[in-house]
């Protein structure tokens, strides 16, 4: 289990904390997400004024990264999508974050709701 606000992520494990992993450099007060790529070990905490934290190695020695991304500072929902990407939706619709390069691409304009299936993105 997490609970996380912009600057920290507390992880627990059988409704005990294990650890805490400080992001200093992610803004305070811009919306934010928190998505998991649990086949390898990662979390990304994404803030809406365009900053990504990379969290590797969660469950061993967190090790992070930041990456900027263009993004629009509104509010959004995010998930895994696989084959190196995270989805984002929200006001503008379904974009997509490529953790590979850290470009944005815009995907659907009225898509308001998606969902990570292991065929892909249900939206």
Known sequence: ???FDPTSIDVYHDGNQDFAIDLPEMPKSAPFAVVADVARDRLFAISSAGLVAEI??????PSI???SVDLNGQPFNATWAGY???????????GMIDTRSWTTQAV???????VATPLGLAA
Request: aromatic letters at 6%; a negative charge.
């Open 108 to 114: 659907a304009p009225n898509v308001t709701g998606a």
């Open 56 to 61: 590797d190695h969660v469950a061993k020695t």
């Open 84 to 94: 190196g990407k995270i989805a984002l939706w929200g006001e503008d619709g379904l």
């Open 65 to 67: 990264s930041y990456h």
């Open 1 to 3: 289990m997490l609970i």
